[in-house]
């Protein structure tokens, strides 16, 4: 009996590693490095900050604020409906490949915060706890997040725009405050 149950558990632990191992080919699959793409040309569109802040006071986007997340998106709903689209094929094709729904949040962050600056910083060794690395770890960060939170919209349906949008915005008002730490942080107030 004891010879079953180590072999059972040995045959867990390595079906686990291999999950794990593929997550970690993740900056080399093309259908996540172009969600990744998506996402941050959609995201780079903005540059009413202040606005965006307002939009998001309380964390969420309803249908009345989409028309004014439209135009700080410099989009409109078709345009919106087609990118959620888009990412919402692009996440069932990565699902099928990687099953993200065995992983807990926490994983899926911490995976896709690696392979995020292994796709941004390439194979560049990054410097220890310098300002330029704090500020990588925390945009790989946020981006991870949104990455997450996003496969949580595109699991409610395809075209959950309040949600995305929710997204979206929260996305670059975290990436804002970790340029703004960066600055402190070169100018000595870390």
Known sequence: MKKLLFGFLAIML???SVNAQELTK???DIDFVTYLKNHNDFIS????FNSLQSLLVDEKIDEKELL???TLFQTDEKGFNAFLLNQADLY???NLKYSFDK???EELKEYFTQEILEINNGTAKLAQNDCLTDYNLQIAYNGSVAVVAGYGCLALGPLSPGCMAAVAAGNV????Q????????LSGGK
Request: glycine share 0%.
């Open 103 to 105: 992983y807990s949040e």
């Open 45 to 48: 569109k903005t540059t009413d």
């Open 173 to 176: 008002i975290a990436d804002i």
């Open 68 to 70: 004014s997340f439209y």
């Open 178 to 185: 970790a340029y703004r730490a960066y600055k402190k942080c």
């Open 92 to 94: 069932k094709r990565l």
């Open 14 to 16: 390595f079906s686990v």
């Open 26 to 28: 993740l900056n080399e």
